[in-house]
């Protein structure tokens, strides 16, 4: 297999898993179902990954480390999310607010945690540092001087570095820290949040909303670029009480415009110009 070929396979893998987990979501609604699908959808897509990596040797270690550190890690990270995901909820308790608050919070207490015991690991990824890759992301490199894993021996040596599993959880804790925090605040706000929801309305085009989520999102301006897109549209459909239907497709007649592809963007910057020159006379 070339390389060519082996990015193709993981770049449509990528875009499909994140169609049928988005797919999922706009068809149901209960955590504990739409969880237990995404699951098998994501178990799926890793053994694909898994039989694509055994088919092809990386040209070089810097190929290697792309994959074990970028790649595979985002692929691993959603079924660990939605694993945990499954877990605190199939086990939350059904109490007053108050009592599921507190729930949440214990919850959220494990990642903090988790932060504290791997904050030199994380502080060298978050930091995009290399100076350690190459024992940190090539297969067979492992340093027994360094922290590994307990569960070390139980991996895939040939599809596992020491710690490509370490990235794949900070990536879903993270995932799983947003979830808390946005549960935690919902109990002690579900009120006021729900006046507020219902007296905001999106009323422009809808190509418009997700012409402007795709360029915040391509900004990174949610949650420093780690949420995918379609946790970005799911959000703003549930916060603006909007369906903006089949937004790939949307995505797509937006590239094809034969002129001013970013119509309502430059239309946003147009109309801010011209509110800060009134401003100024």
Not at 68 to 88: A, D, E, G, N, Q
Not at 238 to 266: A, Q, V
Request: charged share 30%.
């Amino acid at each position: 297999m070339t390389a060519i070929t082996f990015n193709k396979k993981i770049d449509k893998l990528w875009k499909d898993l994140n169609g049928n987990i988005d797919l999922v979501h706009r068809n149901k609604t209960d955590v504990l179902n739409y969880a237990e699908e995404i699951l098998m959808d994501t178990d799926a897509a890793i053994r694909k990954l898994k039989d694509y990596a055994s088919q092809y040797t990386f040209r070089d270690w810097s190929e290697e480390i792309t994959f074990f550190k970028l790649t595979k890690p985002k692929f691993v990270s959603k079924f660990i999310y939605y694993s945990k995901l499954l877990s605190i909820e199939s086990s939350r308790p059904y109490a007053d607010p108050l009592v599921l608050k507190k729930y949440y919070e214990t919850e959220r207490s494990n990642l903090v945690c988790f932060y504290q015991e791997n904050r030199d690991f994380i502080s060298y990824y978050r930091r995009n540092a290399t100076y350690l890759d190459k024992k940190y992301f090539l297969r067979f490199k492992f340093d027994f001087k360094m922290r590994l894993s307990p569960e070390f021996y139980s991996y895939d040596y040939e599809f596992s570095t020491s710690h490509d599993h370490l990235v794949s959880q900070l990536l879903a804790n993270d995932l799983l820290d947003h979830y808390l925090t946005h549960k935690i605040n919902s109990q002690s706000e579900s009120d006021y949040s729900s006046d507020l929801i219902d007296s905001v309305e999106w009323t422009a085009p809808k190509v418009a909303l997700i012409e402007l989520i795709c360029a915040l999102h391509q900004t990174r301006c949610f949650n420093s670029g780690r949420s995918e897109i379609n946790e970005i549209v799911r959000w703003a459909e549930k916060t603006l009480n909007i369906n903006l239907g089949n937004y790939h497709k949307t995505l797509g007649e937006i590239r094809l415009r034969k002129t001013d592809r970013t119509k309502f963007i430059s239309l946003l910057h147009q109309n801010m110009e011209k509110y800060l020159e009134d401003l100024d006379e």
